[in-house]
C-alpha cells in the first residue's frame, strides 16, 4: 500500500506534464516524508481547462459523504474508513469510489514512497518489518493515480478537499517488498499520467489506466533505518546484515 510517501526535488524545478509546464514556486512545501496517518495534507494535480494543470493542497485521507461530522469521522477510522488507498479492482464496483473514479481524477506528485519488507530472521519465533525507500531510476518525480472527494462537517460545516493514491498488484519488486499485501502505489507514465485527468474516459480505460503496473527495473529500493520516521535524515540508506538481498 501506499501510507507513506515524500516530495524532495531541487528548487525551482518546473513540473512537466506532456505539453504542460508548471512552477512550483512557493505552494510545494518539499518533504521528504508525508505520514497518511497524521491526516494532514499533500499536494495534488488536477486539470484546469483542457490545456493546464492545477496544484492543490488536499487532505489525505478519501472522506465518503455519509460520515456526517468530526466524531463519527474519528469513530470510523478505527473501523478502517475513509482510507488513504483506494483499490484499483474496487474503483469502478465500490460505492464510495465510484463517482470520484468517473468524474474526479487526479495525480499525486511524488520523488519516493515508503514500505515494508516482512522476513523471519533465523532463530527469531516472529518476522520483523524491514522499511524500505522505493524511487524510480534516473526521474527525479513521478505520478500516482489517486481520486479526490469533496466533505462537508455537517455540525461544524468545515469544508475538506480529501483524496485517496489508487493501488494495484505489486510488480516483481514491490512483490519483493511489500511481501505481506503484494500491492504498490499506480505509478504512470508521463503519458497515462495526462490521460488519467485529461481525457473523458471509460470504465474499461478507467480500470486499464489503474491497473498499470510501473516496470521493475526502472525502479529501486534501498533499505532505511527503523526509525525513519524520526530521523533527521529518512532517505539515509541502512543496511541489515541479517537480511538477505531483494535479487531483482
Known sequence: MCNFMGFKVRTG???????????????????????????????????????????????????????????????????????????????????????????RRCLVPASHFYDWRHYKIPGEKKETAFPYCVKLKDTEYFYMAAIWQPWTDKETGEHLETFAIVTTEANNIM?????????????????FAYEWIFADLSEERIHQIASFQYPSEEMDAYTIRKDFKITDDPLAAFEYEMLPSLNY
Open 175 to 191: 512483490s519483493r517488498v511489500h511481501n505481506k499485501k503484494h500491492r504498490m502505489p499506480v505509478i504512470l507514465t508521463e503519458e
Open 13 to 103: 524545478l518546473l513540473l512537466k506534464l506532456m505539453k504542460i509546464e508548471k512552477e512550483l514556486g512557493t505552494i510545494a512545501a518539499l518533504r521528504e516524508l508525508i505520514n497518511g496517518f497524521d491526516y494532514g495534507e499533500a499536494l495534488v494535480i488536477l486539470p484546469k481547462g483542457k490545456d493546464d494543470i492545477e496544484l492543490r493542497y488536499m487532505h489525505w485521507e478519501f472522506i465518503p459523504e455519509w460520515i456526517r461530522d468530526a466524531g463519527s469521522l474519528t469513530e470510523s477510522r478505527k473501523k478502517g474508513i475513509p482510507l488513504l488507498n483506494a483499490t484499483a479492482e474496487k474503483l469502478l464496483s465500490s460505492k464510495m469510489f465510484k463517482d470520484a473514479a468517473l468524474k
